[in-house]
């Protein structure tokens, strides 16, 4: 789908720092943050954390290159139909992906007024960031160079195999982060929260029980507890709450948009 692939491309670049986009555009503001604060740490931390901050830039930029090229760019061992987004879906991939041009090309117009407005929030004077300075214009630069090799050199040479079958590498499996560390580790998390849970749960039930067996002499206690058909329960299917299908996507954009409202109320609150 060509909307789909144009904002992957724009949110991949934009991810990576490219300058005019507003990824660019937030790591100015995180290496200003950090020349700022050099008065406050030791100079040799902050230059180690500078180069540590361009290079994590430029693997940002491999990475995300090679899923752009394996999604889009690849085409598949055995023809598959074309489809096509729906409306709603090309609109909500769209909109963001817009949105990172507009912020990133007008940077004057929308941060420096947001600047301005939550400075006093944080107890600090805002001052005029120059974005497309030369010196933030060649870290951008340089940390696209680094992406752009490690990409060349490393990705395609040992990541990724020339088969359309199978494209990725046995080395890259055997690193496979996702599969090896974080799927176990929420399988364990989950596990040991709904365990604690569930116990923390009971505990009332057992606390009446022992009342009334210790302090009320009652030898045979009914305590009826709480239940709940639903807790600890992950299913691939998911109950709909009215028109809405209640998926995480669903629960991360209600607290995205709580979270933004919060942030809104305390802005204004602090200006009154």
Partial sequence: DPILTFSFFIAGLSLAGLPGLAGYISKTLIHEGLVENIPLWAPAAVLIVEKLFVIAGGLTFAYMSKLFILLFVNKPSTPKEKSRLDFKSAISVLIPALGLLVFGALPNTVYNEILHFTAPWFNTQAHEVLWFDPINLQGAAISLGIGLLTYLLVVRKFLLAPSRANPVRNISLALDLENHVYKPFLKVFTFTAA?????????????????????????????????????????????????????????????????????????????I
Avoid at 221 to 249: K, M, N
Avoid at 264 to 269: N, P, Q, T
């Fill in 195 to 271: 365990f604690v849970a569930r116990l923390l749960y009971s505990t009332s039930g057992w606390l009446l029980t022992l009342m009334q067996r210790t302090l009320f002499h009652n030898p045979n206690p009914v305590v009826i507890e709480g239940t709940d058909d639903h807790f600890g329960l992950y299913s691939v299917s998911y109950v709909p709450p009215g028109r809405y299908a209640q998926t995480l996507a669903l629960e991360l954009m209600l607290f995205g948009i709580g979270l933004i409202f919060t942030l809104f109320y305390l802005f204004l609150i602090n200006g």
